[in-house]
């Protein structure tokens, strides 16, 4: 992973393995095959409980990559969740 401030200009570079991301990788691909479901049968319902999912799953891996690289880099909330 390469680090750049907000210029652009390089940081530092940082190797993170992706082994504690495995159950969120798992997790989204499943997420992803419940919305090409969701879009093939009407109804809003199912593509807003999707997107709640997707949400929530992204702001745990984005939890989870901040605390796996806090001795390193220092990421405020708005830069790694979503609104």
């Known amino acids: 992973?390469?680090?750049a401030d907000d210029q652009g200009?390089?940081?530092i570079s940082h190797h993170l393995s992706l082994t504690p991301?495995?159950?969120l990788l798992k997790n989204y691909t499943r997420i992803c095959e419940s919305y090409y479901d969701a879009i093939r049968h009407p109804g809003p319902e199912r593509?807003?409980?999707n997107d709640m999912?997707?949400?929530g799953l992204h702001n745990e891996a984005a939890e989870l990559l901040r605390s796996r690289l806090s001795r390193k880099v220092n990421i405020d909330n708005d830069t790694s969740?979503?609104?």
Do not use: K, P, T
């Open 1 to 3: 992973m390469h680090v």
């Open 9 to 11: 200009a390089h940081v």
């Open 21 to 23: 991301f495995r159950r």
């Open 47 to 49: 593509l807003e409980s």
């Open 53 to 55: 999912g997707q949400r």
């Open 81 to 83: 969740c979503s609104r």
